[in-house]
């Protein structure tokens, strides 16, 4: 049975990192993978990660199971975060193995126990959202999301595509440093977008991978606050893989929000048996790594600050960047990547273009041009923009 098999492409983005991993070039440079690097190209540990590591091994004296739906304390904790208040009994949470678990378990919830059939993607999204939904079971289309020159938002081309969706189908929505663009809409927009999706009946999925990566753990949560006012149901899937640079002990969250009290004990009864079927229980270490963290004042001011200092280097490296374009006299203004956020943005490279920074360079970026802000270093920047200019 398995010969008849041929072999499956490599994924688009692991299978750079592969590339890159047998690139022999001392100089090669990887803007691909959306992994946080500080400026010696290392994924740290965070010291409030390690603290938090230090307490749990400590005191630990089991490797039970979890619940279905994860530690009893993590729950409130997560909607605390992302909510910014107590929101009451509306909303349920389950721990999930990152935010790529809680995307699986809302797309199999939504197929199979909310009877959607479509959920509506940006154009672009992240590379793995279709799959991930058509995994479950769900269709999937698109809506606009960029502007003709694909460096900013056609928001009126955004609310255009929303009145064509019909009530009753799913939009899958980027809370804040939009993968893999880095163009967000502003406060008053997402506004406007929660009173579309309300108005036509529009189930709101809320893909929020990078808070605190933007502009501030509070100020990126302003997305949700209008659906959250708004009364209305909508689901929220979270990460702290990046936040917490907890990439490998895959935790996440998925939230969500129905109408009234009564409801939302049905909602997590479907949604633990949608996790019952796919992987049972989730892992314990990165729950109780992020539960002891946002419990705890000290750590959590600590977690803060370090978030600070990872958003303000990935905008300090969009800023040098541009700088160091205007200097070498570029033919492309790159002065829209200062304004976009995140670890994300899109370049403007072209297909051609990336393959030849690959090929001739040993440069690997995204074919899409999305580039990696946080692989950008002091010690590979000059390099970087010397070859960007040979491909311009």
């Known amino acids: 049975m398995f010969e008849a098999m041929e072999m499956a492409p490599p994924d688009a983005i692991l299978g750079l990192t592969e590339a890159f991993k047998n690139d022999p070039n001392p100089e090669k440079i990887s803007l691909s993978v959306g992994v946080y690097k500080d400026d010696t190209g290392t994924t740290p540990i965070l010291e409030c990660v390690k603290q938090a590591e230090s307490r749990i091994i400590e005191n630990e004296n089991s490797k039970s199971y979890l619940g279905i739906d994860g530690l009893a304390e993590y729950g409130p904790l997560v909607r605390d975060l992302i909510f910014g208040e107590d929101i009451g009994g509306r909303a349920v949470t389950l721990q999930t193995p990152g935010g790529t678990g809680a995307l699986r378990v809302s797309g199999d ?10 959920i509506w993607l940006s154009n672009p999204t992240w ?19 960029l502007n003709e020159s694909r460096t900013g938002l056609d928001f009126q081309g955004l609310l255009d595509s ?6 009753g189908d799913v939009i899958c929505l980027h809370a804040c440093c939009h993968n893999p663009t880095g163009v967000d ?22 893909d929020f991978a990078y808070q605190g990566f933007g502009n501030g753990i509070t100020e990126d949560a302003a997305a949700l606050i209008p659906f959250r ?29 129905s109408e009234d009290d009564n409801t939302a ?22 729950g109780a790594i992020v539960s002891t963290v946002l419990s705890d004042e000290q750590l959590r001011s600590q977690w803060e600050s370090e978030v600070a200092q990872m958003r303000n280097r990935i905008n300090d490296m969009r800023d040098k960047f541009v700088k160091a374009m205007q200097q070498r006299n570029a033919p492309v203004d790159f002065g829209f990547i200062q304004s976009q956020r995140g670890m994300f943005s899109f370049s403007g490279l072209n297909k051609e273009q990336v ?12 074919g899409s041009g999305r580039i990696n802000v946080a692989g950008l270093t002091d010690e590979n920047l000059e390099r970087f923009c010397d070859c960007v200019m040979q491909v311009l």
């Open 127 to 145: 590379a793995n959202h279709g799959g991930v939904f058509n995994a479950a079971g769900l269709n999937t289309e698109t809506y606009t999301y």
């Open 229 to 257: 006012q708004g009364g209305k149901e909508f689901i929220v899937c979270s990460s702290f893989s990046k936040n917490f640079g907890l990439y490998g002990e895959r935790i996440g969250a998925l939230t969500v929000v």
């Open 185 to 206: 809409p502003t406060a008053e927009q997402w506004e406007q977008v929660a009173a579309l999706c309300n108005e036509r009946g529009i189930l709101p999925l809320v």
């Open 109 to 118: 919830f939504l197929k199979h126990k909310v009877g959607a059939s479509t």
């Open 355 to 366: 393959d030849t920074l690959r090929n001739d360079h040993s440069i690997y970026i995204v």
């Open 162 to 167: 929303i009145s064509q969706i019909p009530g």
């Open 265 to 286: 004990p049905v909602t997590l009864s479907h949604a633990k048996r949608a996790v019952r079927t796919n992987y049972s229980n989730p892992p314990k270490h990165g």
